[in-house]
């Protein structure tokens, strides 16, 4: 098995409000902990994480951490 390092980790930043979204793109969200714009958190960068990315791609900024 590979070895971690600090690039396995995504920095997932809200840039467009969540208001007129389905419902489970808003729960998408959420369950990242992203309820407002600005609000960013850290994941870690794997299957599970890249699926709820791609479910709200148009609504958020994904960048290496």
Not at 16 to 35: F, P, Y
Request: no cysteine; net charge positive; glycine share 8%.
């Amino acid at each position: 098995m590979a070895k971690k390092t600090k690039g396995d980790t995504l920095k997932i930043t809200l840039v467009k409000s969540l208001i007129g979204s389905k419902k489970d793109q808003v729960a998408t969200a959420t369950s990242l902990g992203l309820h407002k714009i600005g609000d960013s958190t850290s994941q870690p960068d794997n299957a599970a994480t890249q699926g709820k990315v791609a479910k709200i791609i148009h609504l958020v900024e994904v960048t290496q951490a």
